[in-house]
């Protein structure tokens, strides 16, 4: 995404929340609760009252699963801030292409699968 050049319909429904609320006096979810309510009438939405449960914890999953994160299969550094276009192919689960630009023809590819390569140091004794 290029910053300020990206529009979601979920912005128009925060700025609605932000002009209902900026003249109520607003303290507890309960409250909170209410006015999404109200608003729900309004912008013709459905919306779900969650708990706990109904959220997972992602990053245990992911440190499980993702070994690498950090190079490419070219063993160059991923630069994660610089990505334009992420892709990812049902052929290929464990590997993220991207590319820094968007006029780039070539996707760069991660497998997140893939330990990367350590060189060994050599020890004097083993040189024996």
């Known amino acids: 995404m290029e910053s300020g050049n990206s529009y979601f319909e979920v912005d128009s429904m925060h700025a609605t929340i932000e002009r209902a609320r900026k003249h109520r006096k607003i303290y507890t979810t309960e409250e909170w609760a209410l006015l ?19 959220f997972y914890d992602l990053q245990t999953l992911a440190s499980l699963i993702m070994i690498n994160t950090k190079f490419n299969t070219k ?10 276009w992420l892709r990812f192919e049902k052929s290929k689960p464990f590997v993220i292409q ?20 350590c060189k060994k140091k050599t020890n004097k004794k083993d040189m024996i």
């Open 36 to 54: 999404m309510k109200w608003l729900e009438k309004n912008l013709a939405r459905i919306m779900y009252t969650l708990s706990h449960s109904d």
């Open 75 to 84: 063993n160059e550094q991923v630069k994660w801030l610089k990505i334009k």
């Open 98 to 117: 991207y590319k820094y630009e968007v006029s780039d023809h070539i996707f760069l590819e991660l497998n997140v699968l893939q330990a990367r390569k």
